[in-house]
Each structure stands twice: as C-alpha cells, then as structure tokens.
C-alpha cells in the first residue's frame, strides 16, 4: 500500500476527501482484511482529485471532479453545506505538503 500512498504525496496540487467516522473506520478496517492490494489502491485512488487544489469555496454546486481512480465524484451545496456525492464535508481546507484535505462524515 506505501508504494502507492507515496507515488500519490508525490503528485503536486492534489485534494483529498477522507471520511472520517467510527463507521467509515469499521468499514476500512474490514476491507483491509479482505481485499487485494489493487483494491485498496482503488479505494485510496477513489479518495484523490489531482491536478486541482480545491479549497472549499471553490467547490461550487454541481462541479465534477475526476479522482485518481478515473470515477467522477459531484460537489452540491445544500443549505450552507457541502457534500461530497453524499457525504457531507465536516471539516475543510486542512493544508498539506502537495494539496488540501477535506474530512468527510462519512
């Protein structure tokens, strides 16, 4: 998995949406112990947009995002908060060395 992460944090101008939640925790750690490593890199891969450093008022109701995985992702604003496909965005704009990172509730 590393090599993969590493090859990701290496790529400039990246945003990344991590669910951050008991479930979503439950749910990582039952698919580490029963899927391949391709899998997991899918996984982490569905999590990453390169080539786009979106802070949150730039993620505008409607947009579509590519991740690293090749999947499109859509932002909706809804009510003052953002979702991401449907979950919703609890904490934004955490700087990090190659982008931003956003924590989902899900």
Do not use: C, R, W
Not at 30 to 45: C, D, R, T, W
Request: hydrophobic content about 40%.
């Amino acid at each position: 998995m590393n090599g993969y992460v590493n090859d990701i944090l290496a790529v400039p101008d990246v945003t990344y949406f991590l669910p951050n939640s008991a479930q979503a925790l439950a749910d990582a750690t039952a698919l580490s112990h029963n899927s391949s490593a391709q899998e997991l890199k899918e996984i982490f891969e569905y999590h990453v947009v390169p080539g786009f450093v979106a802070y949150s008022p730039m993620l505008t109701n409607g947009m579509s995002l590519k991740t690293a995985q090749g999947q499109n992702i859509t932002v909706t604003v809804q009510d003052g908060n953002t979702y991401i496909n449907a979950a919703k965005i609890i904490a934004s704009d955490y700087i990090v060395t190659n982008g931003v990172f956003h924590v989902l509730e899900e």
